[in-house]
T-cell receptor, first 117, second 114 residues
């Protein structure tokens, strides 16, 4: 079984500043993926970043980076140079990593990020 | 990037009627699609896994006779909410896997049952 915990229901950041969203997880799998998804007011889920658990190097995508601490089962998201368009609900998720098998996602409860001027 | 389309985006129906929601992968074939339900200000809860050419796999607590899933082709899965009641009102989201753990989500469908 897999669980994902996001302890920050809401966060706020000023434009151009940096913010870190927290996520911890628990899984019995030895191989798995970790994700951060963004859900803007339009409600469509958008993949922000993905990390394979077997990779030690933290994933980065432009202004978005993660701090993956496998032993601590922690997967935080750092957003640098925050922009107004970053305002959204952010979900942390994990899935099993099975070759040739579809991946069922388990989501956290989400963190609502506000970006202020 | 890959596109997954859901239709309709919004639907309002009377209690007791059935509603069908379509999920299409527009530029890739998806042997597996997933259906999620999201209540206001809550997370996405997986309802079922839709497999092309075979029966869907439902999560514990999801009524398979109420939420009928059909995955007739590699690009289309449908969710039918049968005999809908107000408590079925929710936001339904599908996702499709292109392979290698890469998932793409539809725009979601908001169902309101009067």
């Amino acid at each position: 079984a897999q669980t994902v915990t996001q302890s920050q229901p809401e966060m706020s950041v000023q434009e151009a500043e940096t913010v870190t969203l927290s996520c911890t997880y628990d899984t019995s799998e030895s191989d798995y993926y970790l994700f951060w998804y963004k859900q803007p007011p339009s409600r469509q889920m958008i993949l922000v970043i993905r990390q394979e658990a077997y990779k030690q190097q933290n994933a980065t995508e432009n202004r978005f980076s993660v701090n993956f601490q496998k032993a601590a089962k922690s997967f935080s998201l750092k957003i640098s140079d925050s922009q107004l368009g970053d305002a959204a609900m952010y979900f942390c998720a994990t899935s099993r990593l099975l070759t040739g098998t579809a991946s069922k996602l388990t989501f956290g409860t989400g963190t609502r990020l506000q970006v202020t001027l | 990037g890959a596109v997954v389309s859901q239709h309709p985006s919004r639907v309002i129906c009377k209690s007791g009627t059935s509603v069908k929601i379509e999920c299409r992968s527009l530029d890739f074939q998806a042997t597996t699609m997933f259906w999620y339900r999201q209540f206001p200000k809550q997370s996405l809860m997986l309802m079922a896994t839709s497999n092309e050419g075979s029966k869907a796999t439902y999560e514990q607590g999801v009524e398979k006779d109420k939420f009928l899933i059909n995955h007739a082709s590699l690009t289309l899965s449908t969710l039918t909410v049968t005999s809908a009641h107000p408590e079925d009102s929710s936001f339904y989201i599908c996702s499709a896997e292109r392979g290698g753990g890469e998932l793409f989500f539809g725009e979601g469908s908001r169902l309101t049952v009067l």
